[in-house]
């Protein structure tokens, strides 16, 4: 079992910076593998980015490619979304995922991934 605590969201004017955290419990958090994933009014939940348990194998959707890094630190359970030159469409929440992938398998789709976290708003200001 894991439980996902995501931490970092907030306000920020278009063309700022923030540092999404997600914390996670259990022992096993190295062989999982880590999502970020938005949802914004009206709209379909869409994968930001993710990263394999070794780090080795990293996707970003192509809105967010240069803009955006995903990291993780295994030794203290910690995955981030590091998120800079924001613009107002990419309002939304934005949730933490896990999925138990020991082959460094990489998952696109939200079903894939059994833990979610609570979801912290991200709301950026013209």
């Known amino acids: 079992q894991v439980q996902l605590v995501e931490s970092g969201g907030g306000l920020v004017q278009a063309g700022g910076s923030l540092r999404l955290s997600c914390a996670a419990s259990?022992?096993?958090?190295?062989?999982?593998?880590m999502a970020w994933f938005r949802q914004a009014p009206r709209k379909e939940r869409e994968l930001v980015a993710n990263?394999?348990?070794?780090?080795?194998?990293?996707y970003y959707a192509d809105s967010v490619k240069g803009r955006f890094t995903i990291s993780r630190d295994n030794a203290k359970n910690m995955v981030y979304l590091q998120m800079n030159s924001l613009k107002p469409e990419e309002t939304a929440v934005y949730y933490c995922?896990?999925?138990?992938?020991?082959?460094?398998?990489?998952?696109?789709?939200?079903?894939?991934?059994?833990?979610w976290g609570q979801g912290t708003q991200v709301t950026v200001s013209s």
């Open positions: 995922a896990a999925r138990q992938s020991p082959d460094g398998s990489l998952y696109y789709q939200g079903g894939a991934y059994n833990y």
């Open positions: 259990g022992r096993t958090f190295s062989s999982y593998t």
């Open positions: 990263i394999n348990w070794s780090g080795a194998r990293i």
